[in-house]
């Protein structure tokens, strides 16, 4: 069983999707799988999609990182990878372009422009990192070190919006200052930068993942940018656990949307009123399955793995003991072929598309929806050097509000 397995059959011709772009409706009315470094990669996310997200947010990249980075497209599959010295450190396919959101982790205007350029042809969305409290990004004086200088906070999602074509929206994820006066305060001025959605983690920089997240305080934050005037999207993020819960939250906020983190890395199909359960036997197979054909690195695969759960039906403590170990023990995709089975991850990735092709029918019944156009390139990054996107081997739908 090699690396990647794809067909020889030559790409369809593409159709090219009479779509506009995303504005703050797109960010609206959804459920959205939350930026996490790691378990983020390109196969989660498409199955996200897949389930029901909305819109999917991709891993936090530094502005220098990608910079440094070359753009390689799969002549076969279209999924285009940023390498750096020994590996791909941010991939993306064509399915997922018109859903997807680039978060920047960067604490200069002009490096976050720079980074927004040579990628914002593969995506729709340019989002910056205000949020995050880990150590690799504070340092630097990004992620939620932001929160504390609001004037360069501002600048860069100024300068992000005045250099971005119309077609690519900007947005911020944040995280709640200890006082609600100064997070208004915050708030105030951030959405006079231009920005097309706010993500509002409920917790404060100093807090974790085991303290509960304060969504109390978002209701009055959602009352303050409605009273704006301005059209911006306030987004719930923190302790969501899947789709009901996601209902539930908003009615408690009145967020305009909701994202999730923990329970889509436990298990991406959360987004759906019926989640998979059995995950050993539903999502681990195909897993593997599209990882491999998206090359999606196996270390990658088996860390993102590792982390699913859900609710077991026929599967006993005791197999996924054994499962887990055999996984661990596992070198390669060759190592787990038979636990993913005969089915190849070209029918996987065409069972996706498929899903979000039904989605644009039910979205042909309703008022568009417009999203970046796929399978068109926006504006090509100076200097950038970066090839002309292949045709991919599908048509592009337009987005589906879920939930």
């Not at 497209?73 to 450190?89: E, F, H, L, W």
């Amino acid at each position: 069983m090699s690396r990647r397995a794809h067909s020889a059959s030559p790409a369809r011709p593409v159709k090219r999707a009479k779509l506009d772009h995303l504005t703050s409706e797109d960010f609206k009315d959804g459920i959205f799988l939350a930026p996490m470094v790691r378990s983020g990669a390109l196969p989660t996310r498409l199955l996200a999609l897949k389930y029901g997200a909305k819109l999917v947010w991709g891993p936090e990249m530094v502005d220098k990182a990608i910079l440094h980075a070359t753009r390689q497209v799969d002549p076969v599959t279209g999924i285009v990878s940023y390498v750096g010295n020994t590996r791909a450190m941010f991939q993306c396919s064509p399915l997922e372009k018109p859903y997807l959101i680039y978060q920047i982790g960067s604490a200069d205007p002009d490096l976050a422009v720079q980074a927004a350029k040579k990628v914002m042809q593969d995506v729709s969305g340019i989002d910056l990192n205000c949020g995050c409290p880990k150590p690799f990004s504070t340092h630097a004086g990004m992620g939620s070190a932001l929160l504390n200088t609001p004037d360069l906070l501002c600048s860069i999602l100024t300068a992000l919006r005045e250099a971005m074509p119309p077609e690519i929206t900007v947005s911020a994820k944040i995280r709640m200052l200890p006082s609600q006066e100064d997070t208004l305060n915050l708030v105030e001025r951030i959405i006079n930068t231009g920005i097309s959605a706010l993500t509002v983690h409920c917790r404060t920089r100093t807090m974790r993942d085991r303290d509960p997240a304060m969504i109390e305080r978002l209701r009055d934050i959602v009352e303050f940018v409605e009273k704006s005037g301005k059209d911006i999207a306030v987004i719930e993020n923190g302790d969501c656990k899947g789709y009901e819960d996601a209902k539930r939250i908003r009615e408690l906020t009145g967020a305009h949307s909701v994202m999730i983190a923990r329970g889509a890395e436990a298990n991406p199909s959360c987004f759906s009123p019926n989640p998979l359960v059995d995950v050993d036997k539903t999502l681990y197979p195909a897993y593997f399955r599209l990882a491999k054909y998206t090359g999606n690195h196996f270390s990658l695969t088996k860390f993102c793995i590792n982390q699913f759960a859900g609710a077991f039906v026929n599967t006993t403590k005791s197999d996924m003991t054994k499962l887990r170990g055999r996984i661990a023990r596992a070198k390669n995709y060759d190592d787990v072929a038979d636990i993913a089975g005969v089915w190849t991850g070209e029918q996987e990735y065409k069972e996706i598309e498929d899903a979000l092709r039904a989605r644009s029918i039910h979205e042909a019944q309703e008022p568009s929806q417009p999203v970046t156009p796929c399978f068109t390139e926006n504006p090509e990054p100076p200097g950038s050097g970066a090839p002309e996107s292949p045709h991919a081997t599908s048509p592009c739908p337009p987005p589906y509000a879920s939930g």
